[in-house]
């Protein structure tokens, strides 16, 4: 019955946006609709960037990435020009942008360039 499950983050400048996703992150960026909207390919999954003019009013993680190591994946995105947040919040307290949580994975957050929040989680998603 079910195929498949995507994020789908809201763009307040497409072209933007896919630049950041493409040029940035590295991630294959192609059409995805007559609305301008995008499809961003992550591993074996993908992500639909669209546009909207409510991009970044969501305060919450609005779409996860696992990667093999989360420290090495914020050093190599910093290289890049990507800013970490910081967060204190009990258990999920970051250090140089990075938490590790009690049962020893990790975990890192950043905002696109139209303030959607993507974690990074260690291993698959």
Do not use: C
């Not at 294959?28 to 991009?55: C, H, L």
């Not at 093999?68 to 800013?83: I, K």
């Amino acid at each position: 019955m079910f195929r498949e499950a995507v994020a789908t983050l809201p763009a307040g400048d497409i072209n933007r946006a896919s630049k950041f996703y493409e040029e940035v992150l590295g991630f294959d960026v192609a059409p995805q609709g007559t609305d301008g909207s995008v499809r961003v390919r992550v591993g074996k999954n993908w992500i639909m960037v669209y546009p909207s003019e409510f991009a970044g009013t969501n305060q919450a993680t609005a779409a996860g990435i696992g990667v093999e190591d989360v420290s090495a994946a914020v050093a190599h995105l910093r290289g890049r020009g990507v800013q970490f947040e910081e967060y204190d919040m009990g258990e999920i307290k970051t250090v140089d942008g990075v938490v590790t949580l009690p049962d020893g994975s990790k975990g890192a957050w950043f905002k696109d360039t139209e303030g959607n929040i993507v974690g990074l989680f260690d291993g698959d998603m």
